[in-house]
T-cell receptor, first 115, second 109 residues
Framework: SQTIHQWPATLVQPVGSPLSLECTVE??????LYWYRQAAGRGLQLLFY??????ISSEVPQNLSASRPQDRQFILSSKKLLLSDSGFYLC??????????????FGQGTRLTVV | GQNIDQPTEMTATEGAIVQINCTYQ??????LFWYQQHAGEAPTFLSY??LDGLEEKGRFSSFLSRSKGYSYLLLKELQMKDSASYLC??????????WGAGTKLIIKP
């Protein structure tokens, strides 16, 4: 069965510090991968998605970047965090096998607080 | 632009029935999902509708009307553990998920 791992679960970082959140998927190959951010009381905002190794699409201009060095690894990074980067970050994957059903499976999420 | 509308918050009583509505305007339609998200946790899948009509799954049912751009999630025999946010998401013509902001459901005893 497929599983998705995301870490860390919680993170407190000072303003101006770097960030690296990692997400890995097991039990599937060539997945679509996503990074979402959810601000308090708000919906999911798609930050990045990737359809393959080295292929990253950015949905909104921001202080963050993403990379996909391996098929099942997706990394969210920042060189210098801003207070506005605080939020709940979710990694997700979906299968390319069935284009109609793009159900997303989520990792446990990372609660990032920038202080 | 693409838009998903849901009520921000709803309150219901334990044992009762509640209906959470979702209306959408998207570039194309390839299905609609409902997810449940407890506070501080990741969303989990509840239902998927691609054809008009009602899909029933235990205490939860989801309805879709593509001509009206409308869906609802119906929760019966409410339990305290149903207190959560419920997210509506539409698959657009590019097979991307467009998310609503979610409806926070508060269950009172």
């Amino acid at each position: 069965s497929q599983t998705i791992h995301q870490w860390p679960a919680t993170l407190v970082q000072p303003v101006g510090s770097p960030l690296s959140l990692e997400c890995t998927v097991e039990g599937t190959s060539n997945p679509n991968l996503y990074w979402y951010r959810q601000a308090a009381g708000r919906g999911l905002q798609l930050l990045f998605y990737s359809v393959g190794i080295g292929q990253i699409s950015s949905e909104v201009p921001q202080n963050l970047s993403a990379s996909r060095p391996q098929d099942r690894q997706f990394i969210l990074s920042s060189k210098k965090l801003l207070l506005s980067d605080s939020g709940f970050y979710l990694c997700a994957w979906s299968s390319k096998a069935d284009r109609v059903n793009t159900e997303a499976f989520f990792g446990q999420g990372t609660r990032l607080t920038v202080v | 632009g693409q838009n998903i509308d849901q009520p921000t918050e709803m309150t219901a009583t334990e044992g009762a029935i509640v209906q959470i509505n979702c209306t959408y305007q998207t570039s194309g339609f390839n299905g609609l999902f409902w997810y449940q998200q407890h506070a501080g946790e990741a969303p989990t899948f509840l239902s998927y509708n691609v054809l008009d009509g009602l899909e029933e799954k235990g205490r939860f049912s989801s309805f879709l009307s593509r001509s009206k751009g409308y869906s609802y999630l119906l929760l019966k025999e409410l339990q305290m553990k149903d207190s959560a946010s419920y997210l509506c998401a539409v698959v657009d013509s590019n097979y991307q998920l467009i998310w609503g902001a979610g409806t926070k459901l508060i269950i009172k005893p």
